[in-house]
């Protein structure tokens, strides 16, 4: 099993690590920083530096079949670590700074668009969320205003630990939320920004809304009778 860095400190670009194994398919270590795609969030890109010097390009990271498992996608034709190889694991952090801010402003357009969230997706500088809302509802310059200003409020953002009791005693902390939390393990992670959105989120976030910086919306498209694609862009 693979120790998720990520998953406590989204701000770590880098840690020292022991490969495990290494075929074909990828890489696998005994910690990392790089967070697999999952959740409408990419897989982070960048660098295994090894202790000879040598450095391995990864291009991907993706989830493997166990749980926690993270597969580091090589350069196709990349020398591979041997196991129990010493090594440092380094994502390309602008990238990935770019992919937290977008992926946190998704959860304000969560908390300001009515309607279920059918799907989402996060690329490098833009960003998308599908609603369950008829007609032409949505209105681009008021959505982006409010998204705005909930930026420049500058929420924190961050993991809340809640018991299944507290969920089930307080309904109106899950008002916001498009997910239903998985009960029954005696207590839920959520990602909260204060105010605003709460909701079980296992991606990558900023620690404060005004790290996002000024946002547009991109476009509003028809994705069928019921259903409206808002795509951000960042504004800067
Ligand atoms: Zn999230």
Not at 166 to 192: C, D, F, I, Q, Y
Request: proline content about 8%.
């Amino acid at each position: 099993m693979t120790e998720l860095l990520f998953r406590d400190d989204g701000y770590l670009p880098a840690c020292s690590a022991r490969a495990i194994e290494a075929d074909e398919r990828g890489i696998r270590l005994d910690r990392t920083v790089f967070y697999p795609m999952g959740g409408g969030q990419p897989g982070d890109i960048g660098l295994l530096r090894l202790s000879s010097g040598q450095s391995i390009a990864i291009v991907d990271t993706v989830k493997g079949p166990l749980p926690d498992e993270v597969i580091h996608v090589p350069l196709p034709g990349s020398a591979l670590p041997e196991p129990g190889a010493e090594l440092v694991a380094e994502i390309d952090w602008d990238r990935r700074y770019r992919l937290m801010r977008m992926h946190t402003c998704l959860h304000l357009l969560c908390s300001i668009v009515p309607g279920a969230v059918t799907g989402g997706q996060v690329s490098d500088g833009r960003g998308g969320l599908d609603f369950d809302v008829p007609g032409s509802s949505l209105d681009k310059e008021a959505i982006a205003s409010r998204l705005n200003v909930l930026i420049a409020e500058g929420h924190p953002v961050g993991p809340r630990w809640i018991t299944d009791e507290e969920l089930e005693a307080k309904p109106e902390l899950v008002r916001t939320m498009s997910v239903k939390p998985p009960r029954g393990m005696g207590r839920v992670r959520l990602m909260e920004i204060s105010g605003v959105d709460l909701q079980p989120c296992g991606g990558t976030h900023v620690r404060n809304t005004a790290e996002i910086g000024p946002v547009a919306v991109a476009k509003i498209e028809n994705k069928g009778r019921q259903n409206r694609r808002v795509i951000l862009a960042f504004a800067e």
